[in-house]
């Protein structure tokens, strides 16, 4: 099983549900999707990205690079990115590499104090 990803929108941000397991390989296919979102929600003048990694089962460096990828291309466009709610095993790859030093992390219990609200799919959201 690979990464699956959904989108709704909350509070003025996309969030990307990412589900399964992220590890890339050699063909790095599966990249792709998350690229792909994250050029679709500038394209749609939406930067404010969440990405809900609840349900991440596991990650490689490879796929940790994505996430540096993603937050690095949204902060070009004038937005930012945001880790939402890790997996223990997530945040211990993020400690290790020390990426919880550079990109943002939301905890699931801070979440709503930090704007993250009642989701609607994307398309129905404002722009």
Excluded: W
Aim: hydrophobic share 40%; proline share 6%; glycine share 8%.
């Amino acid at each position: 099983m690979t990464v699956h990803i959904t989108c709704t929108f909350k509070c003025g941000r996309a969030t990307l549900d990412l589900s399964g397991r992220f590890i890339v390989s050699t063909g790095e296919t599966e990249i792709v999707p998350l690229r792909d979102a994250v050029q679709t929600l500038i394209a749609e003048d939406r930067q404010f990205v969440c990405l809900n990694l609840a349900r991440l089962t596991s990650i490689d460096a490879r796929g940790l690079g994505e996430f540096v990828h993603a937050f690095t291309t949204l902060r070009r466009s004038g937005g930012d990115l945001t880790l939402l709610a890790p997996t223990p095993t997530v945040r211990k790859l993020l400690a290790v590499t020390r990426l919880d030093q550079v990109l943002p992390i939301c905890d699931e219990k801070f979440a709503e104090a930090a704007g993250f609200c009642r989701p609607v799919p994307c398309s129905e959201g404002p722009a």
